[in-house]
């Protein structure tokens, strides 16, 4: 089991970037496939980005190809989500998740742990 806890949301103009950082506690974190995801209000919570534990496996959800770049420092035990080019609709509360199978999982009942959110929101 590891505790997450995400900083770094805040309010963006559009085209603006943030850096979402979820800093991680627990011995075993290295061991864990990590990702994101976002939940918009009213909506479902929704896959964002996918990293394994190696940090070798990357998986984006094509919404954000191209615009955001998942990466993890194990020594650090931290995971970081860069966002570039934000649009309107990238608007919601992230949240940091762990999951014991392999990287690139989608569905969020394969996630254990998760942080409790940051919420970004972006201008037009």
């Known amino acids: 089991q590891v505790q997450l806890v995400e900083s770094g949301g805040g309010l963006v103009q559009a085209g603006g970037s943030l850096r979402l950082t979820c800093a991680a506690s627990?011995?075993?974190?290295?061991?864990?496939?990590m990702a994101w995801f976002r939940q918009a209000p009213g909506k479902e919570r929704d896959f964002v980005a996918g990293i394994s534990w190696s940090g070798a496996g990357i998986y984006y959800a094509d919404s954000v190809k191209g615009r955001f770049t998942v990466s993890r420092d194990n020594a650090q035990n931290t995971v970081y989500l860069q966002m570039n080019s934000l649009k309107p609709e990238d608007t919601a509360v992230y949240y940091c998740?762990?999951?014991?199978?392999?990287?690139?999982?989608?569905?969020?009942?394969?996630?254990?742990?998760w942080g409790q959110g940051t919420q970004v929101t972006v201008s037009s």
């Open positions: 627990g011995r075993t974190f290295s061991t864990y496939a």
């Open positions: 998740a762990a999951s014991p199978y392999s990287g690139g999982q989608t569905a969020t009942g394969l996630y254990h742990d």
